[in-house]
């Protein structure tokens, strides 16, 4: 329907035109002369048949010789392009043109006719004229058919006809299209608009032809633009946000490991325990910066697409088993246990496994940081239609709204301070996000009465 209702601007020209056509040729015509020619009308037959009369009273007048008077006859009326014949008293004819082929006429029908009063339609132009022929009161009656002409005759120069036919055209051209003009020129300062800057300015679609078209494709160019240089500017503020967290980040362990080298440099320590002590702090630190170096390599690798997944089918239960097996240590140091929800023993899925370890690994090791101490990690493990569920829930200080949809962002904590004494790159939940993203999974956290809650479904 909508369709069949859409307007083209082709169509609209072109009937335009066709319609300035059509009154400019009509004015054309108007601007000339015209005039009737007449001389085969009513006026024109009844001049002949006077003619003819004259003729024919000076001629057949007192004429005895009916052959001859025929001749003469014929020749007056193919002259005159007549129909003429002398009639007696009763209506019959003595003498007739070659073109009739009557041998008598209805003089009282010839009568009405020229009275006015016979109802049907005559055809031809009767007159009637007294004479004496052959010594006999008689009449000629003389036929024509009245003919009228047209004729056209240049009162002006053509010139000027032609001239006013233009004007005519192009002014009433100009005045059915200037609302497209006048849309035009709109489409025209809105384009210069946006190209000024202004890409919140939105040109008004008016119709459904193709101008309408064109203003809509134009501010969906506007708005794709301006969506893409907001993503540049976000791409350019991460980009910086990145390098001054992670130079943040460098910085802090590198600092630290080059204070206490370079005391045992200087031999600035007083027995050999307190040397190793600051050996001991120094190795930590290197851990911890190689760990950072390491978050960072394989988030900038996940970021780019860099990353191809080998999947195979798994039992997930034993390989969440297995990271908290690895895990247990650094639970314990942080009086945590771990509480598992299984329904199975046994839960099939195709992953990539290398992956899908360090992305339960991040989840778990940010569970455990962030509890409360001693606390507990629930993790779940359920099957929804043909999908999997994991749940890993701590206790903690429940996180605001606003900042659950930024949990997964990099280098985010939910402390506004980064000189927080958990440690971490920052990274982790960014890094899982992205592998589950490879797996075409989806990953998301909630938060309430001092619970966190991340799910992910594979």
């Avoid at 600035?268 to 190795?283: C, I, R, S, V």
């Avoid at 592998?435 to 809650?453: F, M, P, T, Y």
Wanted: aromatic residues 8%.
């Amino acid at each position: 329907m909508i369709n069949c209702l859409q307007r083209s601007l082709n169509r609209e020209l072109i009937l335009a035109i066709i319609f300035c056509l059509i009154v400019s040729g009509t004015v054309y015509w108007q601007v000339q002369e015209v005039s009737f020619d007449d001389s085969g009308g009513v006026v024109g037959v009844v001049n002949k048949a006077n003619s003819a009369f004259v003729e024919i009273n000076q001629l057949y007048a007192g004429r005895s010789d009916q052959e001859a008077g025929a001749d003469y006859l014929s020749r007056l009326a193919n002259y005159y392009q007549l129909k003429i014949a002398i009639v007696e008293g009763q209506g019959n004819i003595t003498l007739k043109s070659d073109n009739i082929d009557e041998n008598k006429l209805d003089l009282e029908q010839i009568k009405k006719i020229r009275a006015g009063s016979y109802t049907g339609k005559p055809i031809d132009f009767y007159g009637v004229y007294p004479i004496k022929f052959n010594s006999l009161d008689s009449q000629v009656i003389i036929m024509g058919i009245p003919q009228m002409r047209t004729v056209v005759t240049y009162g002006r120069d053509p010139l000027f006809a032609i001239s006013v036919a233009i004007t005519v055209f192009i002014s009433l051209l100009v005045l059915l299209l200037r609302t497209k003009v006048k849309y035009i020129k709109e489409i025209s300062d809105g384009i210069l608009e946006i190209s000024k800057g202004s890409l919140d300015f939105r040109i008004t679609k008016k119709g459904h032809d193709e101008l309408g078209l064109l203003a809509e494709n134009i501010n969906s160019m506007s708005e794709q633009l301006k969506t893409q240089i907001e993503e540049e500017r976000k791409a350019e503020r991460s980009k910086n946000e990145l390098i001054t967290n992670v130079s943040h980040d460098l910085k802090t362990p590198l600092t630290s490991i080059i204070g206490y080298l370079r005391l045992v440099k200087d031999k600035k320590y007083e027995t050999y325990e307190q040397m190793k002590e600051y050996l001991d702090t120094a190795y930590e630190k290197s851990e911890k910066l190689r760990m950072l170096i390491q978050d960072l390599f394989e988030y900038t690798k996940l970021a780019n697409g860099d990353v191809q997944i080998k999947k195979s089918k798994i039992n997930l239960v034993e390989l969440i088993e297995q990271v908290m097996g690895e895990l247990s240590l650094m639970a314990r140091e942080n009086h945590a246990t771990f509480l598992k929800v299984y329904l199975k023993n046994e839960v099939s899925v195709e992953v990539d496994s290398d992956k899908i370890v360090r992305a339960i690994e991040n989840i778990l090791v940010n569970a455990i940081k962030y509890s409360y101490r001693p606390g507990e990690i629930k993790v779940q493990i359920a099957q929804e239609d043909k999908t999997t569920l994991v749940i890993v829930e701590n206790s903690g200080d429940t996180i605001q709204k606003e900042d659950l949809s930024h949990l997964f962002d990099r280098f985010f904590r939910v402390e506004k301070s980064r000189t927080s004494d958990i440690g971490g790159s920052g990274l982790g939940l960014s890094i899982a996000k992205s592998i589950v993203k490879l797996h075409d999974g989806e990953i998301w956290a909630e938060s309430e009465n001092n619970k966190i809650r991340i799910f992910v479904r594979l």
